[in-house]
């Protein structure tokens, strides 16, 4: 491999092969930049809303979670008031 013809050739391979690698990760960053979704960006103010907004949720759905308990205990309190009335002769 000492002749100038064949050590152009490699050099020239070697560089196209650089070439078409970097045109084809530029490619595939393009397509996952194409693809990507935007990061939304909320402000301050947007950021406090939203969180007193979760925090009442929250508070809701804790005040649901003590009627539904207490729904549920008067219900069965009922089904075993029932249940003693059908035992007695």
């Known amino acids: 491999m ?3 013809i064949e050590i ?4 020239l391979i070697g560089v196209s092969s650089l070439g078409v690698f970097a ?8 397509l ?3 693809f ?3 990061k939304p960006v909320i402000g301050e103010a947007e950021a406090m809303r939203l969180r ?6 929250a508070g809701e759905v804790s005040e649901l979670h003590e009627r539904l308990d207490f729904a549920e205990r008067v219900l069965a ?4 008031g029932n249940r003693l009335e059908g035992e007695r002769p």
Not at 8 to 11: C, F, G, L, R
Not at 52 to 57: H, M, R
Not at 77 to 80: L, P, Q, V, Y
Request: hydrophobic residues 50%; charged residues 25%; aromatic residues 6%.
């Open 2 to 4: 000492n002749d100038p």
């Open 8 to 11: 152009a050739i490699a050099v």
């Open 23 to 30: 045109v084809a990760g530029a490619f595939a960053w393009g």
């Open 32 to 34: 996952v930049k194409r």
């Open 36 to 38: 990507e979704r935007p």
């Open 52 to 57: 007193q907004a979760v925090e009442q949720l």
């Open 77 to 80: 309190a009922g089904r075993e």
